[in-house]
């Protein structure tokens, strides 16, 4: 029978309590001295102080083992003090099961090198105390197998947790890859079909148009250009998405070479507009070049939507170490207030910002709409 609901939370809360880490050295250290307490009372029935002496210095060495995790090596070194102390004394005549925990965590949650010198220092250490205490050589042999083992084991489980770790990783990214594609196909199944329809429409009006209706065939022309020009960039776009790697933006084929093609297209639906180059034209990086040219084309759009009737001025600038980019239109004064705002200009800031640049967009004093844009040709490194 299942447990009720409350009854059922609060069982995973107390497992996932138990399941922490401070908590389970906590509890590691607890049962062993538990073990030692019943061994203390054990030997002092029986009269035995010297037996009493170990297990009670035992207690004592298992402390350092509630940060072996936090301070594996530092836990290790605390452990052996107190052990070589107890040789010292004559309280024991060799290693505890606290060095050997402390010597599995050292190779659990250390890396391969300092685990290796850490056990090797342990080894000589303990052999040496060892050979000074019981007045005559140690067993070298036994002391280094035991040592090495239980790095080695904590090594293994490391290295285990680690290939686990990079496989949930892998499946994560294959994850990733697989929305991306199934994204794609969703884009091609609406936006693309869509965009195929319309095509398809605006090319057979242009077509069945009588004679003598020229500006409707223009304008039903340069309707269907711009679909297939959107097909093309959509499909370039699902390229990307499809694409394992990261998908720069420059996979999308446009930039500022093609600022001119796109200010003529705007005249050619009926914005007077005009494109204004200075300064000597150099290659520019993939998401600055992407950028120029949809920050000049979203505003172009944003003027034949919104001030019907005024005239667009493109300007790009080349300078040493930034490119600047500006779109001035001359619609009245208030003519795009009344309109609800959309998502172009955050579009434009977003892009602007992945650069490492800065976008202003306002209205101006004198009447009309400003889109103005300076993007480095070096994007910083965190913005990359």
């Known amino acids: ?109 250390t890396g391969g090198r300092p685990a290796v010198l850490v056990t090797t220092a342990a080894t000589i250490v303990y052999n040496v105390a060892g050979a000074i205490a019981v007045d005559g050589p140690s067993t070298v042999l036994p002391t280094a197998l035991l040592f090495f083992a239980s790095m080695g084991v904590g090594q293994f489980v490391r290295v285990r947790a680690q290939l686990r770790e990079r496989d949930q990783t892998e499946a994560a990214e294959a994850a990733v890859r697989a929305e991306r594609r199934r994204i794609a196909r969703e884009l091609h199944d609406v936006v693309a079909h869509h965009l195929s329809v319309i095509n398809a429409l605006v090319g057979g009006a242009r077509a069945t148009l009588p004679p003598g209706h020229d500006v409707t065939r223009d304008a039903l022309s340069s309707a269907e250009g711009t679909a297939r020009q959107a097909l093309a960039e959509m499909r370039q776009l699902l390229y990307v998405l499809r694409a394992d790697g990261d998908g720069s933006d420059a996979a999308t084929g446009v930039g500022a070479d093609r600022l001119p093609a796109l200010v003529e297209e705007a005249r050619t639906a009926g914005l007077p507009a005009e494109l204004t180059v200075i300064g000597t034209a150099v290659p520019l990086p993939a998401a600055v070049d ?90 910083p490194v965190e913005q990359a």
């Not at 040219?293 to 505003?299: C, D, G, H, K, L």
């Not at 040493?320 to 795009?336: I, T």
């Open 290 to 379: 992407h950028a120029v040219y949809r920050i000049v084309q979203e505003a172009l759009t944003n003027t034949r939507k919104h001030a019907p009737g005024a005239r667009a001025r493109a300007l790009l600038a080349y300078e040493p170490d930034a490119v600047e980019v500006e779109v001035l239109d001359d619609g009245a004064a208030g003519a795009q207030t009344d309109r609800p705002p959309g998502f172009g200009l955050g579009g434009m800031a977003e892009r602007v910002a992945l650069c490492g640049g800065e976008l202003r967009a306002g209205h101006r004093p004198e009447g009309g709409f400003r889109v103005h844009a300076r993007i480095p040709l070096e994007i």
């Open 1 to 109: 029978m299942a447990l009720p609901r409350p009854t059922a939370r609060r069982a995973a809360a107390v497992w996932r309590f138990l399941r922490r880490p401070p908590v389970l050295d906590a509890a590691l250290v607890l049962a062993l001295v538990a073990a030692a307490c019943l061994g203390l009372v054990a030997v002092l029935l029986q009269g035995d102080r010297e037996a009493a002496a170990g297990a009670a210095h035992f207690m004592i060495t298992t402390v350092p083992l509630l940060v072996r995790r936090r301070h594996p090596v530092a836990a290790a070194a605390l452990v052996a003090a107190l052990d070589l102390m107890g040789l010292a004394t004559g309280v024991i005549e060799g290693a505890n099961a606290s060095v050997v925990i402390a010597l599995y965590s050292v190779g659990r949650y």
